[in-house]
Protein backbone atom coordinates (compact mmCIF):
# COMPACT_ATOMS: atom_id res chain seq x y z
CA UNK A 1 0.00 0.00 0.00
CA UNK A 2 1.24 3.31 -1.01
CA UNK A 3 2.01 5.68 1.86
CA UNK A 4 -0.53 7.72 0.98
CA UNK A 5 -3.01 5.80 0.80
CA UNK A 6 -2.67 4.71 4.22
CA UNK A 7 -5.65 5.04 6.58
CA UNK A 8 -6.16 6.95 9.51
CA UNK A 9 -7.67 4.02 11.88
CA UNK A 10 -7.53 6.74 14.87
CA UNK A 11 -9.91 9.05 13.35
CA UNK A 12 -12.02 6.03 11.80
CA UNK A 13 -12.75 4.40 15.06
CA UNK A 14 -13.12 8.37 16.71
CA UNK A 15 -15.70 9.18 14.08
CA UNK A 16 -17.07 5.51 14.19
CA UNK A 17 -18.03 5.63 17.89
CA UNK A 18 -19.57 9.35 17.59
CA UNK A 19 -21.64 8.41 15.15
CA UNK A 20 -22.64 5.23 17.30
CA UNK A 21 -23.02 7.38 20.42
CA UNK A 22 -24.68 10.20 18.13
CA UNK A 23 -22.02 12.95 18.78
CA UNK A 24 -20.62 14.97 16.54
CA UNK A 25 -17.53 14.57 15.52
CA UNK A 26 -17.57 17.36 12.93
CA UNK A 27 -19.98 20.02 12.89
CA UNK A 28 -22.83 20.50 10.49
CA UNK A 29 -21.13 24.02 8.82
CA UNK A 30 -17.31 22.54 9.05
CA UNK A 31 -19.12 19.59 7.14
CA UNK A 32 -20.34 21.66 4.24
CA UNK A 33 -17.35 23.79 4.13
CA UNK A 34 -15.06 20.45 3.51
CA UNK A 35 -17.60 19.22 0.75
CA UNK A 36 -18.10 22.61 -0.92
CA UNK A 37 -14.34 22.70 -1.44
CA UNK A 38 -14.71 18.98 -3.02
CA UNK A 39 -17.54 19.86 -5.57
CA UNK A 40 -15.93 23.48 -6.40
CA UNK A 41 -12.76 21.38 -7.11
CA UNK A 42 -14.23 18.39 -8.50
CA UNK A 43 -13.13 16.12 -6.33
CA UNK A 44 -9.83 17.70 -5.16
CA UNK A 45 -7.91 13.95 -5.58
CA UNK A 46 -4.59 15.51 -4.28
CA UNK A 47 -5.69 16.18 -1.28
CA UNK A 48 -8.20 13.22 -0.65
CA UNK A 49 -4.99 10.85 -1.71
CA UNK A 50 -2.78 12.30 0.86
CA UNK A 51 -4.39 13.06 3.97
CA UNK A 52 -5.70 9.60 5.22
CA UNK A 53 -7.87 12.16 8.11
CA UNK A 54 -9.78 13.66 4.90
CA UNK A 55 -10.60 10.31 3.97
CA UNK A 56 -12.19 9.40 7.31
CA UNK A 57 -13.81 12.23 7.57
CA UNK A 58 -15.52 12.13 4.28
CA UNK A 59 -16.39 8.90 5.20
CA UNK A 60 -18.28 10.05 8.18
CA UNK A 61 -19.55 12.90 6.92
CA UNK A 62 -21.47 11.15 3.85
CA UNK A 63 -22.50 8.61 7.11
CA UNK A 64 -23.76 11.20 9.59
CA UNK A 65 -25.41 13.62 6.74
CA UNK A 66 -26.94 11.12 4.08
CA UNK A 67 -25.07 11.64 0.98
CA UNK A 68 -23.87 8.09 0.32
CA UNK A 69 -25.20 6.12 -2.31
CA UNK A 70 -28.92 6.30 -2.50
CA UNK A 71 -29.35 8.09 1.20
CA UNK A 72 -31.53 11.00 1.82
CA UNK A 73 -29.69 13.90 2.35
CA UNK A 74 -30.10 15.99 5.49
CA UNK A 75 -31.79 19.16 4.55
CA UNK A 76 -29.68 21.64 6.96
CA UNK A 77 -26.38 20.06 5.23
CA UNK A 78 -27.57 20.77 1.93
CA UNK A 79 -28.27 24.79 2.74
CA UNK A 80 -24.98 24.87 3.98
CA UNK A 81 -23.25 23.03 1.89
CA UNK A 82 -25.03 25.12 -1.16
CA UNK A 83 -24.18 27.79 0.72
CA UNK A 84 -20.19 27.63 0.92
CA UNK A 85 -20.63 26.31 -2.81
CA UNK A 86 -21.74 29.83 -3.95
CA UNK A 87 -19.33 31.90 -1.37
CA UNK A 88 -16.71 29.90 -3.11
CA UNK A 89 -17.68 30.69 -6.71
CA UNK A 90 -18.58 34.49 -6.18
CA UNK A 91 -15.35 34.51 -4.36
CA UNK A 92 -13.78 32.95 -7.24
CA UNK A 93 -15.41 35.39 -9.66
CA UNK A 94 -14.49 38.24 -7.80
CA UNK A 95 -10.86 37.50 -7.23
CA UNK A 96 -9.93 36.02 -10.76
CA UNK A 97 -7.42 38.57 -12.65
CA UNK A 98 -6.48 40.71 -9.31
CA UNK A 99 -2.76 40.14 -9.66
CA UNK A 100 -2.23 41.59 -5.99
CA UNK A 101 -3.82 38.18 -5.09
CA UNK A 102 -1.55 34.62 -5.37
CA UNK A 103 -3.27 32.28 -7.85
CA UNK A 104 -4.39 30.38 -4.81
CA UNK A 105 -6.01 33.62 -2.93
CA UNK A 106 -7.98 34.06 -6.35
CA UNK A 107 -8.64 30.29 -6.06
CA UNK A 108 -10.18 29.72 -2.53
CA UNK A 109 -11.27 31.95 0.08
CA UNK A 110 -8.97 32.13 3.24
CA UNK A 111 -11.09 30.08 5.55
CA UNK A 112 -11.41 27.21 2.95
CA UNK A 113 -7.10 27.45 2.67
CA UNK A 114 -7.11 27.64 6.66
CA UNK A 115 -9.16 25.01 6.95
CA UNK A 116 -8.08 22.34 4.95
CA UNK A 117 -4.31 23.33 6.37
CA UNK A 118 -5.42 23.31 9.64
CA UNK A 119 -7.11 19.78 9.82
CA UNK A 120 -5.43 18.18 6.68
CA UNK A 121 -2.22 19.71 6.45
CA UNK A 122 -3.38 20.19 2.33
CA UNK A 123 -2.60 23.27 1.03
CA UNK A 124 -5.34 23.92 -1.45
CA UNK A 125 -4.39 24.80 -5.28
CA UNK A 126 -5.77 26.75 -7.93
CA UNK A 127 -6.35 23.97 -10.74
CA UNK A 128 -9.58 25.27 -12.09
CA UNK A 129 -8.84 29.22 -11.80
Known amino acids: MMETMKTNSFRE???????????????????????????VESGCTTAVTHSPKLRADLKYI??????????????????????YVHEIEAHQRQSKGRTALTRAEQAWPEWARQLYMDHYNVNLTPVFV
Open 13 to 39: AWNEACLQCGLSAVSLDTAARIMAVLH
Open 62 to 83: QRRFGIEGGGHPDHAFVRRFSH
